[in-house]
């Protein structure tokens, strides 16, 4: 089956710092990833879409150059939240799709920023 | 727009119980409707799906029931488990094969009581 391996799990950073979430397809080539961010108690919200070597598009409301999307290969895409501030901190799920197995989710990840 | 309507926001079943959650949708044009199961700090993981070409498929005890004309869809739980205890999500998207985004639905959250 496919998997998604999505890094870190979790990670805490001090205010105005940058982070980097990785999502990886293990054993699949991925034709596009989504970046979603989770509210606690609430449902998905998708930020971006991104396909391997073009630009991410970006959801109506969600700052490009605060999350960069970078799809570098059919199996990597990242999520670097620049400057941090304590309102970006949540959960970010990433998920990969192929046209065999749907949408893969990854674990998430918990971002704290202090 | 919320495009996926879920409902109830959560809900409490006996061990054994029949927990039903139902979801409707606006777009005529999805064709590809899964569930999604998530579990606190973890990623949404996929339950079962179902096609418009159906009206009901089955997994195990997880049963989805689906009525195109009504633009409805929900998930019945068989013999529900204290291990079923999480969140479920519906989504809907166009074609299913991950060109296209998954529009999710607002959560519900089940809690079997043993």
């Known amino acids: 089956g496919a998997v998604v391996s999505q890094h870190p799990s979790r990670v805490i950073c001090k205010s105005g710092t940058s982070v980097k979430i990785e999502c990886r397809s293990l054993d699949f080539q991925a034709t596009t990833m989504f970046w979603y961010r989770q509210f606690p108690k609430q449902s998905l919200m998708l930020m971006a879409t991104?396909?391997?070597?073009?630009?991410?598009?970006?959801e109506q409301g969600v700052e490009k150059d605060k999350f960069l999307i970078n799809h570098a290969s059919l199996t990597l895409s990242t999520l670097t939240v620049t400057s941090a501030h304590p309102e970006d901190s949540s959960f970010y799920i990433c998920?990969?799709?192929?046209?065999?197995?749907?949408?893969?989710f990854g674990s998430g990840t918990r971002l704290t920023v202090v | 727009q919320q495009q996926v309507k879920q409902s109830p926001q959560s809900l409490i079943v006996q061990k054994g119980g029949i927990p039903i959650i139902n979801c409707a949708y606006e777009?005529?044009?999805?064709?590809?409707f899964p569930w999604y199961q998530q579990f606190p700090g973890k990623g949404p993981a996929l339950l079962i799906a179902?096609?418009?070409?159906?009206s009901e498929k089955k997994e195990g005890r997880f049963t989805i029931s689906f009525n195109k004309s009504a633009k409805q869809f929900s998930l019945h739980i068989m013999d529900s488990q204290p291990g079923d205890s999480a969140t479920y999500f519906c989504a809907a998207s166009l074609s299913g094969t991950g060109a296209n985004n998954l529009f999710f639905g607002t959560g519900t959250r089940l809690t079997v009581i043993p």
């Open positions: 777009n005529t044009a999805f064709d590809y």
């Open positions: 991104s396909n391997e070597g073009s630009k991410a598009t970006y």
């Open positions: 179902i096609r418009p070409d159906v």
């Open positions: 998920s990969a799709t192929t046209l065999n197995y749907g949408y893969t």
